[in-house]
């Protein structure tokens, strides 16, 4: 298994983590000794709404914050990688794609601000290298295709700032997704998919499904 092939493994297995999370179990000697020798990799935190509205700041100490994420309850958890959601909720309709940089801003103001715990990174090579220097490694990905406003120059924009996967839609349809949560209008998914997918010699975003009708 390679070392990407060893990532995705992880990324799996703490997504069936986080689903088990329903059916409280007991954690074995065993189980928590395979949790602690992984990179752990969380796909989804939606924490930078909280960063842009709430001015909440990741280093908070506060034990009363309901909260998921903060760096010491990563740690606590032997939390390697996180990627933040980029969420643009469908009321900003019209500033999506500023909406989508607003938020991205927020990750990089957050690891600027916490550099000793804390780095952007955008590949397998940089969680590797933030492990190493015992520091959260922050990726970020799109919730929802509206965040490009129909134009692929600014998925190829988000790209070059660090976005690394895009959900094709959120609960709202778009132009050229329909959502399992939305009106249907394109009899099926994507028809228009394959206009959004750059050529092999690019290396866009991922394109991810969830959500999608
Ligand atoms: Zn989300």
Not at 78 to 99: D, T
Not at 117 to 130: G, L, N, Q, T, W
Not at 181 to 207: M, V
Request: with cysteine; aromatic share 6%; proline share 5%.
């Amino acid at each position: 298994m390679n070392r990407k092939s060893h990532l995705l493994l992880l990324c799996l297995l703490t997504c069936v983590q986080l689903q088990a999370q329903t059916a409280p179990a007991a954690v074995t000697a065993k189980a928590l000794q395979i949790h602690n020798a992984a990179i752990v990799v969380d796909t989804h935190a939606d924490t930078p709404q909280r960063f842009l509205d709430e001015n909440f700041d990741i280093g908070s100490t506060d034990p009363k914050d309901i909260g998921h994420l903060s760096l010491d309850k990563a740690r606590a958890g032997n939390l390697r990688a996180e990627f933040f959601s980029i969420w643009v909720e469908p009321s900003f309709k019209g500033q999506f794609a500023h909406r989508a940089v607003d938020l991205i801003d927020s990750v990089y103001e957050q690891t600027a601000r916490h550099p000793d715990r804390m780095m952007m990174a955008f590949s397998v090579d940089d969680i590797e290298r933030a492990r190493k220097q015992k520091k959260l490694a922050a990726l970020m990905g799109i919730e929802g295709g509206h965040a490009i406003e129909n134009d692929i120059r600014l998925l190829r924009e988000f790209y070059r700032l660090g976005v690394r996967y895009m959900t094709l839609t959120w609960s709202n349809t778009n132009e050229w997704a329909d959502s399992s949560g939305g009106r249907s209008h394109l009899e099926g998914a994507c028809n228009r998919l394959p206009l959004l997918i750059p050529r092999p010699d690019q290396r866009p975003p991922k394109h991810d499904r969830r959500h999608a009708a």
